[in-house]
C-alpha cells in the first residue's frame, strides 16, 4: 500500500529527463507531508527539466494540490527536498522562491483594477515608475487584454480574470509557473483558448511550467509530458 | 370582476400578521407623538436659548460619541488584524464570545466593573499605590464615559471587522506571501480598502449607541458639564419636573437621530448578530517580528481594558455581604419585576416581530406576491419601520407615552406599563435580524411543496413552519427577554421604592457606594438573564429540532 502514495512517473513523452541532468531544472526528492490532524502521510518523487511543460493528473484527495503548495512554500513538507538549478528552495518564504502561481480563483484582488493587480507583480507595494507602467501594458497586451486595464474584476469575465493573473504571473519574471486547476470553472471551449495561451507564453518566456487537472484532454493538448499521481 | 376582489383576499391573506404587528405600533408611537405635541404650547422658546443649555448638551453628546467611536475602532482594526491573522491564538475563541455577549451583558453591569477597576479604590490605582503612586480620581466625567464605551463597543467592532477580514478567499494571503507584500502593504492594499467598506455601518451602529447612551453616562458623567441628551431628559423629568423642557431635548435627540440614519442610510442592516464560522487560514505575515509585536501590543490594550472589569465583578460579589444581600426581600421583588418586566417585553416583541417577518417573507418570495411592482417597495418600507425604532430613544418614546396617560393613570399603575412596552419595541430591530432572514429561507424552501402536496393553514405550521423556525424563534425571545432584564432606562425615569428592577437596584446601591452589594446584585442579574436565556432558547428550539430539520432538508432536496 505505500507504493499507492508515491508517484509513478510516466516518461512516455520524454524518455530523456535522466539523472545526469537533475542538477538544472526542478527536482523534489522523497517529499513526504502529512496534513494537519491526519494520519496519511503523502510522499512525491518528481524531477522537472527548464522549459518543459508538466502536466499532473489523478484523482481528487490525492495531493495534486498539496504537491504545488509545497513547491511554492505554502505548505511544509515533513522531510525530502525540493531543489531547483542545484538550490535547495525548503528554507526559503513563498516570496523568495523563483515560482509564481495560479489558482483555480481569486487570484485577483476584487478591489483593485485589473492593472494594480498586475503592477502588484512588480512592487509589492504598488510603488510603479512609468517602466513599469508601460511594462504592465506589454503584458496585458500578452495576454489578448489590450484597453481593460481599468476594469476591476467584477466588471471581467471568469476568463479575463485568468487572463490578467497569468499578466501578473508573466511580469514576475520567475522561471517556474504553477498552475493549479485554473480553468477548471470554465466552458470547454474557453479553456482550449486559455490552454492554447498557457502553452504560448510558456515558450515565449522558457518557462518550466506544472499544471495539476482533473482532465486528461486539458493534459494531452497542453503537456510535453503527463504525471500521474496515483 | 372577480379578480380585483380575489386579489384582495390574497394580499390579506398572507399579510394579516403584519398589518396587526405594524397597527400595534403605529399606535403606540402615535400615543407618543400626541404627547409630544401636546406640550409644544407651553414651550417658552426664549428659555431655552437663554443659557445655551441645548447646545452646550448637543455639542457634549455629539463630541463623547464621536471620541467613543474613533477610539474603539483605533483599538479595534489592530485586534481584528491580529486574530485574523492569529486562527489558532489561545484564547480567541472566548474572547469572541464574550465580545459577542457584549451586546446582552447588562450596560450597567460593565459600568460597575469599569468604577471597580477604574474608580479611586479601584484595583488601578491599588496596583499604582504599591510603587507609591496614584493616578487620583480620573474616572468620573469623560474618561470615565470613553472608557465604558470603548469597554463595551471595541469588542462588538473587532469581532464584526474580524468577520469581514476573515470572509476573505484564503488564496488571499498565499497571493501577498507569493509576491513578498510587507504587514504594511497588506494592510494598505488589501485589508484597509475592505474595512473602509463596513467602518461606515458598523461604526455608525456604534456611533449611534453611543450617541443614545444612558447608563453610563448617568453612572460615570459626574455633572452638568457632561450631560448628554438622554441623561438631559430623564434629569427634566425626574429632577426638574420641567416637561416642555424633557420635550424640547426629546425632540433635538429625535431629529438629529434621524440626520444621523440619513447620513448613514444604510446602518445596521449589515451588522448582524453571526457565528464566525471556524476556516483553516494560514496567514504568512504572521510570522514577522514587527506583526507579532504589532499584535500582542493591541491584543494586551484590548485584554487589559475588557477582562479586569469582568474579574473584578465576580471577585466582590463573593464578599461576606453575600448571605446578607441574598436574603434580602428587597433583592426578591426585584427579581420578580424583572422577571414578568422582561417576559411579557419578550412576548410582545416576538408577536410583533412574527406579524412583521411573516409579511416581509410574503412580500420578497417571487412565489408569493414579490412580482408585484410595488411589494418591494412595501417591503422596504415594513423593514424600515421596524428598525427606525433604534434611532427612536427610549426616553423620548416614554416621555411621550407618559404625558398622554399621565392623567388617564396614576404613576404606579402606569410605570409598568410603559417600561413593557418601550422594552418591547428597543429590542424589536434585535430580533427581526433573526427571524426576517429565518422566515424567509423557510417560505423559499417549502412553498413550492407545500402548495405541490396540499399542506396549508394550521397544518403547514405544524409540519412545516413550526419545525424549521422554532430554532431562530427560540433565540429570538431568549434575545429579548435577556436584553429587557438587562435594561437601565426608562425604569429610572419610573421607578419608585416599591417599583424596582435588579438593574435599577443595582444603580441605587451603586449610588450609595454600597459597591459589594451592588456587585452581588450584578452578579446575580447576571445569572438571571442568561439563564432565562438558556432556559428558553433551549426550550423553543427543542430537542427534537436537529431531526425534524434533517428531515425537512431531505424532502426539499429530493423534490428539487
Redesign the interface.
Known sequence: MPDDQKTSVSKARNPGASHQESLQGLSIEKLSYQHHGSEEVLGFDLSVAPNELVAILGPSGVGKSTLLSLIAGFENPVSGSIKFNGKELNRLSPSERPITSLFQEHNLFAHLSAEENIGLGIHPGLRLTSQDKEQITQALDDVGLKGLGKRHPAELSGGQRQRVALARCLVRRRPILLLDEPFSALDQDLRKEMLRLVKNLHHNHGLLTLMVTHLKEDADAIADRVVHLT | MQRPLQSVQKWLAFLWPGFLSLSFIALILGFAFNGLFSEIQNIDIARIFQNNYLFRVIGFTFFQAGLSTLLATLLAIPVARALARRPTLLGRKIFLQLASLSLIIPTIVGVFGVVAIHGRNGWFNQFLSLFDLSAGNYLYGLTGILIAHIFFNAPLLSRIFLQSLEAL????W?????????G??IF???EW??LRRIIPASCGLVFLLCFTSFAVVLALGGGPSTNTLEVAIYQAIRFDFDIPKAVILSLAQLSLCFMLLIIGSKFARHVMIQKTEER?V?R?DATHTIAKITDGLALLAMVLLVIPPLIATIWKAFSPRLAAVLTDEKLWAASLNSLLISLTAGCIALMLAIGIALMLRSLQSPYRLGRHSFASSFATMTDLSGSIILLLPPFVLATGLFITFKTAASLSVLAPFLVVIVNALMTLPFILRILVPAFETSAQKSDHLCDNLGIKGLNRIRIVDWPQNRKALGLALGLSVALSTGDLSVIALFGTQDFTTLPLLMFQKMGSYRLDDAAITALFLCLQSLTLFILIERTIAGKGFSLSTAKAHKKGSTSA
Open positions: 478567499p484564503p488564496e488571499y498565499r497571493t501577498t506571501a507569493q509576491l513578498g507584500m510587507t504594511k502593504d494598505r492594499l488589501v480598502p475592505l483553516a494560514q504568512f
